[in-house]
Every structure is written in C-alpha cells, then in structure tokens.
C-alpha cells in the first residue's frame, strides 16, 4: 500500500485511481493509465500481485481449456498458437494472463475442470472442442464463472459462443464439385462427439439436397483428427467398391496422411481423386497439388473470443459493451489445385 500512496502523491490523483490503473480497469482514461505506468516503472513499483489477488477476491487470469486427445482444431498444427495469440492481445490491455489447461487424453473433461476450477486459478474461463451435449457448460454456469465456447453445443442455456464456419464450408466444398461434374462425394468427420462434426455433416447434407443428390451414409467417413486418420481414410476411400471421386476433409491434417495414401497407391489428388481440404496452414500451402481449403484469421478470432468474454465480466463490460456474443466465425475458400476444377 505504500508503493501506491507514494505513487498517488506524486502524481497527485487519488489512491484509488492508481490502483485501477495499475489492475486494468476500463474507468481510467489511456492518458491516465500511461502516467501511472511510467511513474510506477520509474520507481521500480511491482504490485504484490498475490496480496492483491486475496484481497479482490481474483487471480488477474483467465484459463483456456483444450483438450489433447480431442478431435479438435489444435494437435500438432498452429491453430491453437495463433488464436492464444489473438486472445493475449486483449488480456495484455487489461494486464491480464492467459493459462492454458490441457486435459490430458482419456480424462474426462468435466471432472478435470471441476478440479481446476476449484483450485481458483483463474476469473474467466474459454472452453474449446464442445461436445454435442457438454457437462461443463452447466456445470460452469450453475457456479456463475464467466467463460465463452469456441464452437457451439447443443447443451441448453444462453451463453456466449463463437464458432467456425464448419456449415457454411461443407456447404461451398459441395457447390464447387458439383459445379465441376461430381456427384458421388465422400466426406470425412470427427470419430467422437466433438459438435463441429455433426455441423459439418448437416450442412453436406443440405447442400446435396439442394441439388437433388442422394445422401449415402456409405460415403460418411469417420475417422480421428490427425494425419494418421488421414492415411486411414485414403485406405477406406480406396477399398470401396465404388469409389467416390470426391472427399471433403474437416481437418488440415487429414490431408497430409491422405496424399501420401494416395501417393502409395500410385494416385494423386486433383487427377484421381478431388479433394477439398479445411483450413489452411503453413504446410498446406506447399503440398502438391496445392490444397484448395478455407482461410481464416486466427489472431482475428482470438481477439473476438477474448472480447467476448471480457464482455461478460462487469470489471470490463462497460469497455466491451458487445453483450451477449453468438457468432459464426467466417471462412474464405482458397482455390488451389487439389480439387481438379
């Protein structure tokens, strides 16, 4: 308390004004929270963060929940990097952290959060990889702890969500084929009950429908969400009796395991088989073919979901009066070659 009455009288504002600029608060204009930072910078001021987090009654953190072993957007890829980086951007404002907590593959998600969530290690909350009926969204509203999903779930409730475009792109991927001569065109989905499947599924689905093709559950292939899953859906794509001549993948890494199925056996995307892959990533783009897939901003996406949240938790509502969000995330095709169109 002395390093902040000091701080107060030099700058002559009030204690409490020092305190709100140094946690962050949205009640402190820009120019009066620069000059309590460089007055507390230039006096070698370093807040007792743990004496402040016991007395406020927080931790000055907010926890993103990934699961390993999920057939999720996350893995071996960039994904998950590129959106913490778009969610720290916004924490960073407010002087905030951002703690990742990786369930470990085969514990269940609700029980591990449970447990993090009673050891009090953070104020906010972002869980990904949502399940087509999700405990821990009840059981995270029941406690009243602010937090937002990446991807959408069929659990009840109003609560705040941001979530890719798995529709809207298994809804392009069918119109570009069908616009190029296909009509028998398989579709790979996550092997579990990850939500983003079922989305992408039914909007396969309709898009056939629209233009008056049959839906083959043969066709619907259900593998895991790496390039392993990807070799395993070359194989099965291949040992039908009749082969499609098209697949849509949900996942980027599929498409790294498929080409080399497909290189195995004397084959190559875009000639002998049409493939439409989902987000683009660095290695995407130097596969060969070049993948046609979807593009979309990761750090983009990051900064929304961390406004979102920060929305929710009345220390910051009045920065980022957006409400209650509920948004689907867009997603660009890129062509590229994979496709043969």
């Known amino acids: 308390m002395k390093g902040i009455r000091r701080l107060a009288q030099e700058l002559d504002i009030s204690i409490g004004t020092v305190s709100r600029a140094l946690n962050g608060r ?37 926890g993103f929940m990934i699961e390993l072993g999920a057939d999720a957007n996350g893995g071996n890829d960039n994904f998950f990097m590129g959106v913490f980086d778009g969610v720290q951007s916004v924490l960073a404002r407010h002087h905030l952290d951002l703690v990742v907590l990786p369930c470990p ?20 909350l972002i ?23 990446l991807g959408r779930s069929n659990t009840p409730g109003d609560y705040p969500w941001i979530d890719l475009d798995f529709d ?9 084929l069908v616009s190029a001569g296909h009509s028998r065109i398989a579709i790979a989905v996550p092997s579990n009950d990850i939500n983003l499947g079922f989305i992408f599924l ?25 390039e392993l899953g990807g070799y395993q859906l070359g ?17 980027e890494l599929l498409a790294l395991g498929l080409y080399r199925q497909l290189g195995e056996a004397g084959l190559q995307a875009g000639r002998d088989l049409a493939v439409i892959g989902f987000r683009e990533n660095p290695v995407s783009r130097y596969m060969s073919p070049r993948l046609t897939c979807f593009r979309l901003s990761l750090t983009g996406l990051g900064a929304a979901i961390g406004e979102a949240l920060l929305a929710t938790m009345p220390a910051y509502a009045e920065a980022y009066p957006l409400g209650r969000t509920q948004r689907i995330w867009p997603m660009e095709l890129v062509p590229g070659e994979s496709d043969g169109a």
Do not use: C, W
């Open 127 to 149: 869980i990904s990889a949502t399940h087509r009926k999700d405990a821990r969204i009840d059981m995270l509203t029941k406690m009243r702890i602010p937090f937002i999903t």
């Open 235 to 251: 194989h099965e794509l291949l040992a039908m009796k009749e082969r499609p001549s098209a697949v849509i993948l949900n996942y």
């Open 168 to 176: 809207g792109a298994a809804r392009r991927a069918v119109d570009r």
């Open 26 to 62: 949205a009640d402190v204009s820009p120019e009066t929270r620069q000059r309590v930072l460089e007055a507390a910078a230039a006096m070698g001021y370093v807040p007792n963060q743990a004496g402040r987090s016991l007395r406020q009654g927080n931790t000055n953190a907010i």
């Open 202 to 226: 039914d909007g396969y689905k309709a898009a056939l429908a629209r233009h008056g093709l049959a839906f083959d559950p043969a066709l619907v292939v259900r593998v895991p969400s790496s």
């Open 105 to 124: 593959t085969g514990e269940d998600p609700a029980v591990y959060l449970q447990r993090m969530m009673a050891r009090r290690l953070v104020d906010g």
